[in-house]
């Protein structure tokens, strides 16, 4: 006999399972976690968007020569709204369906808004210190969470999409810090933006 601990932490007590019923456990949890980030494909794309449409507005801005009548921190404010909005029809949609809570599940909302708060720490604290280096430094943390939930949920396209982010942020450091903004803006499209598609259109095939 095996010991396992609690992985559906509504429906499940602390009790003992055989190998086979413990590799059950383990794939219904994955499954409905999968199916959980399934049915919120859409929030990775409001996430992907959010990134490429701040860091395009600022290029414009600053194109345009706008950016003395226009500050262009203002387009960061989008990135508090899209993470209130995420907190909120999460949270809704969870309740409504009732979705089971698991402790993969849990651990993969929980690094979401970890590294929200890293990076909100980093931007606003510690810009001055990291300098440059701010931007791939994001995009190194964003590829570390996108390949650890691809990886727990075994779906490929974001685990490629995030292995691909991590190799672009480590190249981001050889180009010139002008054009960083670009590479935020690849970026959210190959790890963000295609994955969530791709969970969209595998919901709606229903073979994810």
């Known amino acids: 006999m095996c010991h396992i601990n609690i992985f559906n932490t509504e429906n499940m007590d602390e009790k003992n399972f055989t ?25 990775m794309i409001l996430w992907g968007c959010l990134i490429f449409t701040v860091i395009f507005s600022q290029y414009m801005l600053e194109l345009l020569g706008l950016h003395k009548k226009f500050d262009i921190v203002w387009t960061c404010i989008l990135f508090p709204l899209g993470a209130i909005y995420t907190f909120f ?22 690094m979401g808004w970890v590294f929200g708060l890293n ?8 810009n001055n210190h990291i300098g440059n280096a701010l931007a791939p430094v994001i995009m190194i943390l964003l590829a570390m969470t996108i390949i650890v939930i691809g990886l727990s949920i075994k779906y490929k396209p974001l685990t490629i999409g995030g292995i691909i982010l991590n190799l672009l942020a480590f ?3 050889w180009v010139n810090p002008a054009y960083y903004g670009f590479s935020l803006m690849f970026g959210a499209i ?17 073979n994810v």
């Open 171 to 173: 190249g981001t450091f």
């Open 19 to 43: 190998p086979e019923e413990s590799l059950s456990i383990i794939s219904k949890t994955i499954e409905e976690t999968r199916k959980k980030i399934q049915d919120n494909g859409h929030i």
């Open 119 to 126: 990076v909100l720490v980093l931007a606003t604290v510690f």
């Open 89 to 110: 029809y999460t949270r809704r949609k969870t309740k409504k369906n009732n979705i089971p809570k698991t402790v993969l599940g849990i651990t993969i909302e929980a």
């Open 190 to 206: 190959v790890g963000l933006i295609i994955p969530g598609i791709l969970l969209n259109i595998a919901k709606k095939r229903g």
